[in-house]
């Protein structure tokens, strides 16, 4: 069974302080592992896809990273507005729909 | 000019009713889903249709009835309301058959809340 552990559950940044975000994950053949931004009150937003270990994407502030075992959120000089909830997924070789972490809340004080 | 719309946005209602859920997408896309977000934020699968044709049913109860009636729409019909359903219920869509590795777009939600 495909599992995905988020890390930390939430954190607090000040504007401008970078950090990353954990995602785990336990797949039986990975064939893509998506990260989405959700905010309060509105449905996942789709920020990237990653399909094999080594691969970086860039967007903004948001860099992501993925290695066999886990994925990155890297997010640099981070703004109010960047604060939400961000959710990764994976989706296995076996399994005909995506996994999801619990996702990470993250809260960016002016 | 949304690209996934769910109606209605709140439910409230008694447990033992029945009730339903729209959804729609205009992004030309062939695969719709219904996911439940529970309190702790997971989002789970409830089932998939592509081309109109059903492809994931997870363990879901059978008062759970999803209906499409073209590939632009997928419904959800839920009977006999219990307490536990109540939930946060996300449409998504995606330009994928069997086992598409594509993104899924999701809709804002229907909060769906049992007296």
């Known amino acids: 069974e495909d599992q995905v552990t988020q890390s930390p559950e939430a954190l607090r940044l000040q504007e401008g302080e970078s950090s990353s975000l954990n995602c785990s994950y336990t797949?039986?053949?990975?064939?893509?592992l998506f990260w989405y931004r959700q905010d309060p009150g509105k449905g996942p937003e789709f920020l990237f896809t990653l399909y094999s270990a080594g691969e970086e994407k860039e967007k903004e502030r948001l860099k992501a990273t993925l290695t066999k075992k886990e994925s990155f959120l890297h997010i640099t000089a981070p703004k109010p507005e960047d604060s939400a909830t961000y959710l990764c997924?994976?989706?296995?070789?076996?399994?005909?729909?995506?996994?999801f972490g619990s996702g990470t809340q993250l809260t960016v004080l002016p | 000019d949304t690209a996934v719309s769910q109606t209605p946005k709140y439910l409230v209602t008694q447990m033992g009713n029945d009730k339903s859920i729209k959804c729609e997408q205009n992004?030309?896309?062939?695969?719709m889903y219904w996911y439940k977000q529970d309190s702790k934020k997971f989002l789970k699968i409830m089932f998939s249709y592509n081309n109109k044709e059903l492809i994931i049913n997870e363990t879901v109860p059978n008062r759970f009835s999803p209906k499409s009636p073209d590939k632009a729409h997928l419904n959800l019909h839920i009977n006999s309301l219990e307490l536990g359903d109540s939930a946060v219920y996300f449409c998504a869509s995606s330009q994928e058959t069997y086992g598409g590795d594509l993104p899924q777009h999701f809709g804002d939600g229907t909060r769906l809340s049992i007296l």
């Open positions: 992004l030309g896309h062939d695969t």
């Open positions: 997924a994976v989706l296995s070789g076996s399994a005909r729909q995506l996994t």
């Open positions: 797949v039986s053949g990975l064939r893509g």
